[in-house]
């Protein structure tokens, strides 16, 4: 058995009410969040320092809300939601400062997927049952799938998100899971790639990319489509906007921005579930280990030509899904350097091609002759790699 904090996402069915409190709570949370970026960018320009977010949060309280009558509206949510997204904006400054990320962003009214966080005030907070959830200020909210979340283990936080006119809970379990050790196939490889998702080195037909099938294009193409009709949608609003005095209503923009909105919905719910298939099927055949390399999905993004393909690819998602599922199977997770020349070598010999370029889909060895995908060559070099970490 092993203690693990389980994450369930699923989506709810609040009433009016419930919905209008969600919505003010988001909009309250991303106005502070914005607000705290800001106050720091102002207060570094004139006196070079930065303000942590435990101080903003009292600054904000004790001073400028009492200062400010009209701002009062910020404490007509929870008070620890608020916090939250300070703390939040906090770690983004944090990430900055580290050089893990860029220089933190204002959160968008029309980002498709915003959500808020609701801690656990009080013991009967988070009360789970089949068909429904008592979330902290909400009350009981009911379960569109009903019996999916565990009702008899300890829930320690959750979140309430908005997507695409849908809303959805997400909730973090404390619950013993029974980790699985019937192991007995060697260890493989997995090469993951732009033309096929992932190759692995025990599996012969490699899993195809999900990007390529007719469903995907289909949806992309409408997605293009309700794109340029809602970008239309603006320039007519500009035209009106000098016209009338800066007066004309957004009418139906919003509407096309929910419809844009779903149809990426659609396509990243499509790649998840893809990503998460595959690597189902491959913690089934129960290898001893399973060894990845460390790509650097960063520095891949900067090709123009690629990086609309890589981040389709979604290898983020399908790398912590096999870390879980790892961990869960007993299945050792190796991790090997991104230096280390997978593609080069050949699995046969051990030579190491420095000529090979990434439009050789061919492996052919100039030392025994041995002639492989490239991409099948490298699977089996990182099943075979000594030098690795353990994830």
């Not at 990320?101 to 808020?116: G, I």
């Not at 656990?120 to 009981?140: C, M, Q």
């Not at 379960?143 to 283990?153: A, F, R, V």
């Not at 998460?276 to 390399?293: A, D, F, G, L, R």
Request: aromatic share 10%; glycine share 4%.
């Amino acid at each position: 058995m092993k203690r693990l904090l389980k994450a369930y996402k699923t989506e709810i069915n609040p009433t009016d009410k419930q919905k209008q409190k969600i919505r003010q709570t988001i909009g309250v949370c991303r106005f502070v969040y914005n607000f705290y970026i800001s106050h720091n960018k102002e207060v570094y320009e004139k006196e070079k320092r930065f303000v942590s977010g435990m101080d903003f949060s009292k600054w904000l309280n004790n001073d400028f809300i009492s200062n400010n009558p009209e701002y009062k509206w910020i404490k007509d949510v929870g008070s620890k939601a608020v916090k939250q997204s300070i703390m939040n904006a906090e770690q983004a400054f944090k990430r900055f400062f580290k050089g893990q990320s860029k220089f933190p962003h204002f959160k968008k009214k029309k980002n498709q997927d915003v959500k808020t966080y609701f801690p656990k005030n009080n013991k009967t907070d988070w009360t789970v049952e089949r068909h429904r959830i008592k979330i902290p200020t909400l009350g009981f909210v009911q379960l569109k799938e009903k019996g999916y979340i565990p009702t008899n283990k300890k829930v320690t936080s959750g979140t309430i998100s908005y997507k695409a006119g849908r809303y959805y809970v997400s909730v973090l379990v404390d619950e013993d899971i029974k980790v699985l050790n019937n192991n007995t196939n060697e260890g493989i490889g997995i090469d993951l790639g732009v033309k096929d998702l992932a190759i692995v080195s025990n599996i012969d037909k490699p899993f195809k990319n999900i990007n390529k099938t007719k469903k995907t294009k289909k949806l992309e193409k409408k997605l293009k489509r309700e794109q340029r009709k809602l970008s239309r949608k603006y320039e007519s609003l500009k035209i009106r906007n000098k016209k009338e005095g800066g007066n004309a209503t957004r009418q139906n923009i919003q509407k096309q921005v929910v419809k844009v909105q779903k149809l990426h919905s659609t396509l990243t719910n499509i790649r998840d579930n893809y990503a998460n298939q595959v690597v189902n099927e491959i913690v089934k055949t129960k290898p001893s280990y399973i060894t990845i390399e460390d790509l650097n999905v960063s520095g891949m993004m900067k090709n123009k030509h690629l990086a609309r393909a890589i981040a389709q690819q979604k290898f983020y998602q399908f790398k912590t899904r096999l870390q879980s599922k790892c961990v869960l199977n007993g299945i050792e997770l190796r991790i090997v350097d991104r230096f280390y020349p997978s593609s080069k070598m050949c699995s046969e010999c051990g030579a190491i091609d420095k000529t090979l370029n990434l439009s050789d889909r061919t492996y052919i060895c100039k030392e025994c002759g041995c002639v492989i995908d490239r991409d099948k060559n490298a699977a089996i070099n990182l099943a075979n790699a000594k030098t690795y970490k353990i994830a």
